[in-house]
Structure formats: structure tokens, C-alpha cells
């Protein structure tokens, strides 16, 4: 599996038969638009920052809301969770994806805003890597990220949607972050089997294209 971060939420994730494309952003956000052809693009709700479904090139099917969905062996499990700390009364629903394939189990918490609780944790299940919001404003901050990775114990944390010179609007530092660690790895993009991951957690620090 590969892993190359476009920026904010949105990730390329190449497995052995796909490329998945998570939460394409529309250019008004800053980052830099580099238009790639995709198999899966998965939308965790419907914010311009996350939907821009439409600057994915291809023809990729488009996966959405909560469910299975199995194609050519590998699985997107949508989970159900909520954009803020008030049961969706403030900014609504997201989809935390979990995406099982060439043995890694990779999950994409989306924009979420909430504490999980038990009922999430388990329904997530085992976590490799995890891709974690930290910025606050409109997703969990810092702290309450850590008190994520505690829950659900990934292999490998990267985090996104944090505050960058390239993104239009202001949310947290990295720094607030990764500052609660005492090892961060900082790479261009990952390249991961199941023997790559290892049992000490790694925090790891990609490069937006």
C-alpha cells in the first residue's frame, strides 16, 4: 500500500489493484489542484473542502454514508459519526472510512468532531495506520487526537487537517500536536506492507503534493 497526502483530508492510496482518492478538495482552499485518475473516491460529508468529487479524473466510483462495500477484495466500511461535539447539531454527519486491503487495515476518521465511544471504537475494530484530523475549529483538536490514538491504539499515525501555508483558512498547528511525542517521522509519502509496520507506534509526517 501507498500513501501520498494531496493536502488537508485528501490522500492517494494505492493498493495492489486500486487507487483511492479520500475527501478531494475544491481549489478555493489553497492547496495546489493536481487532477489524478482514481478507481474509489470516498467523501466523508458534504463540505466544498471534502466533496470536489468532480476534480477527481477517471471515472471512480464514489462511496459515500455508512456500509460495506467490497470491491476486488478490497473493503470501505463507512462508519457513522458526527461533525461536531453536539450530535451533528452544529456542522452534521461524517463517515469515518475504514479501508482493509493488501493486509493493512488504514482508517480515515474524515472531518470528526466528536469523542468516539465504545459502540465506534469497536465497530472500527484493528487499526494500521490512521489518518487523524488535529487542527480543532471544525474537528477534534490536539488533545482530544491523542485521546483518539489511546482509543484505538493504530500502528502508524498520520496526521491532516491541521493549519499549513497553503490552506485558506486558519486552524491549529502541527506542532500542537506532535509535540505530545517523543519520536515524529517526517516522510515525502509511505510505501507500507504488514511486515513494515511493527509494533511501537510511529507518528508520521507526510509532505502535501
Known amino acids: 500500500m501507498k500513501i501520498k497526502w494531496r493536502g488537508h483530508a485528501s490522500f492517494i492510496i494505492e493498493t495492489r489493484s486500486k487507487k483511492i482518492i479520500t475527501d478531494p478538495f475544491h481549489e478555493d482552499y489553497g492547496y495546489p489542484l493536481n487532477p489524478v485518475p482514481a478507481d474509489i473516491v470516498t467523501v466523508s460529508h458534504e463540505h466544498r473542502d471534502h466533496n470536489a468529487v468532480e476534480t477527481v479524473a477517471g471515472q471512480p466510483r464514489i462511496i459515500r454514508g455508512s456500509g460495506m462495500v467490497n470491491m476486488e477484495g478490497i473493503i470501505i466500511k463507512g462508519i457513522d459519526s458526527f461533525h461536531d461535539m453536539y450530535q451533528g447539531r452544529e456542522r452534521g454527519q461524517n463517515t469515518i472510512f475504514k479501508i482493509s486491503a493488501d493486509g493493512i487495515n488504514l ?78 517521522i517526517k516522510k515525502p509519502s509511505l510505501e507500507f506492507q504488514t511486515s513494515d509496520l511493527g509494533q511501537e507506534m510511529k507518528i508520521i509526517v507526510l509532505d502535501y503534493l
Open 107 to 184: 482508517v480515515h476518521l474524515g472531518d470528526l468532531g466528536q469523542l468516539l465511544s465504545a459502540g465506534q471504537v469497536q465497530e472500527i475494530g484493528e487499526v494500521d495506520i490512521l489518518l487523524l484530523p488535529i487542527g480543532g475549529r471544525y474537528t477534534i483538536d490536539a488533545g482530544e487526537a491523542s485521546q483518539i490514538v489511546s482509543l484505538l491504539q493504530p500502528r502508524v499515525v498520520i496526521p491532516m487537517h491541521f493549519g499549513t501555508p497553503h490552506l485558506s483558512f486558519k486552524l491549529a498547528p502541527l506542532e500542537e500536536f506532535t509535540a505530545r511525542y517523543d519520536r515524529i
